[in-house]
């Protein structure tokens, strides 16, 4: 459960055991009362005093067990699950050139994925909220949802960011630094808005859906345009005080080194990010010879030296500050996702490599690793389970507001 969360929208107690009723039964997919109290150990009063607030408010539904799993005497057990035909949420995932749009039922069902192709990879903040519009209409209009039905949207940006006050202090996606888009979600977009940074989403889909199941301490490092990453401690994502925490990608690996695109000089992004390469692996030759990581993963293979150069000392840089991740935080498992190009095997492997030299030896066995060539729609996907969490908060206390009223 999302407990920072819940805390910043000010849950009182009753609430607080609502949402986590909720959180149970959503784990459960189909769960009786009585197994509730027992896996939130409370009684059975107050578990069937919070169900009933759910069901009033339509949030979770009675179905029928199964006959095997009825035992009481004959009659059909009574269970509970999310009633997906509640709200409709969209998780939106602004990359550098295209908007990626996932559309969820109430139990995160997939309703539909879209994918908006955007012009410019940077623009005003207002533009790019009108962009943001634009893709989850579309997206509506090709899966034939009425966009009235959206109860929220959930939207992932490169960058640093304060999550619960939607306050950006900058992104690479944005032209204008320090923008606050509540007005601007409250202006343009027609449900409730939430922002947060694209590499905690990743973090939360791969705490929900992959390789972080059931983890309560990893980390997600993704590798694109730019480094981002995403910290996972005691089971909940770490943001930090400001929202600018967990910047893996501007580590600086060199004192005085290249200029980032955040405006400072020596970050790991800076040596290791797509434009850097292009950059490294472009000296001396016409503009134009690479235009993305494939070509130079391309040109690699084909016996270019530069290019196989640039990927190798990439590797061992990016390897050598994933030893100090480790050496930080002594994670349990270490995801690394890339979207596109895919990992390729020897410079994952000098990568690797570097990261066993620079850890911290112990007689215990390092973290797991995985390596994950991230299918686009994780970010998405992580975007709209955070959006579920988020409108779940949200209807619990409206619900809790009409209740005390
Ligand atoms: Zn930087």
């Keep these: 459960m999302d407990t920072q969360s819940a805390q910043a929208f000010d849950l009182d107690a009753r609430d607080t055991t609502r949402l986590r009723v909720l959180q149970c039964i959503r784990a459960g997919g189909a769960i009786s009362r009585t197994d509730i109290a027992r896996d939130l150990d409370s009684s059975p009063a107050t578990v069937t005093s919070a169900c009933g607030a759910l069901l009033d408010a339509g949030m979770i539904r009675e179905v029928k067990a199964a006959p095997s799993e009825s035992v009481q005497r004959g009659r059909p057990r009574v269970m509970l699950e999310v009633n997906a035909d509640a709200f409709a949420v969209a998780g939106v995932k602004v990359a550098r050139r295209a908007i990626h749009v996932m559309l969820v039922d109430f139990k995160g069902g997939e309703i539909g994925t879209y994918l908006h192709v955007l012009k410019q990879s940077c623009m005003p903040a207002r533009a790019l909220t009108h962009e943001v519009r634009r893709a989850v209409e579309l997206a509506c209009a090709q899966s034939g949802l009425d966009m009235g039905i959206l109860a929220g949207i959930a939207l992932g940006l490169p960058g640093f960011m304060h999550a619960d006050s939607a306050f950006m202090h900058w992104s690479s996606s944005v032209e204008e630094r320090n923008v606050d888009f509540r007005p601007l979600f409250q202006e343009v977009l027609p449900c409730p808005t939430f922002l947060d940074n694209d590499a905690n989403l990743v973090a939360k889909a791969e705490h929900l859906f992959g390789a972080g199941r059931g983890l309560r301490n990893f980390l997600v490092v993704t590798i694109e345009h730019g480094v981002g990453m995403g910290i996972v401690l005691g089971g909940e994502l770490y943001r930090g005080e400001r929202g600018c925490g967990a910047e893996f990608g501007h580590v600086k690996v060199q004192f005085e080194g290249a200029v980032c695109q955040c405006g400072q000089r020596g970050c790991l992004e800076a040596y290791v990010g797509e434009y850097a390469l292009i950059r490294d692996a472009s000296v001396g030759r016409q503009s134009d010879v690479h235009k993305s990581l494939q070509d130079i993963l391309d040109a690699a293979r084909s016996g270019d030296a530069l290019s196989h150069e640039v990927l190798e000392r990439a590797s061992q840089i990016l390897g050598v500050a994933l030893a100090s991740l480790v050496n930080l935080f002594d994670p349990e498992h270490i995801v690394l996702a890339r979207s596109r190009p ?50 779940s908060i949200l209807k619990i206390r409206e619900r809790g507001a009409v209740d005390a009223a």
Excluded: C, S
């Design 342 to 391: 895919k990992f390729d095997n020897p410079y994952t492997d000098a990568m690797l490599d570097a990261l066993q030299r620079n850890t911290v030896q112990v007689d215990a066995p390092l973290p797991g690793i995985t390596v994950r060539n991230l299918d686009e729609t994780m970010w998405a996907k992580g975007a709209a389970a955070h959006g579920i969490e988020m409108v």
